[in-house]
């Protein structure tokens, strides 16, 4: 998920002039929804670096 999509959703909830428990937690989910993406696509690219590493050394 894009940092864009995930702006607009945050806009899309945080639009409504009253909070309520529900919408703060909808709103919690989204943020954890991308860090958890971040984290993941971190970890991915590590991966690919250390396995292009391995790779490099079998050589």
Sequence with gaps: MSWIITDNRI???TSE???TDETLAELDDIINEYIHN???Q???RLLKEN???INNDKK
């Design 11 to 13: 806009k899309q909830e």
């Design 17 to 19: 002039k009253t909070f």
């Design 38 to 40: 971040q984290k993941e």
């Design 42 to 44: 971190e970890m991915i």
């Design 51 to 53: 396995l292009e590493k």
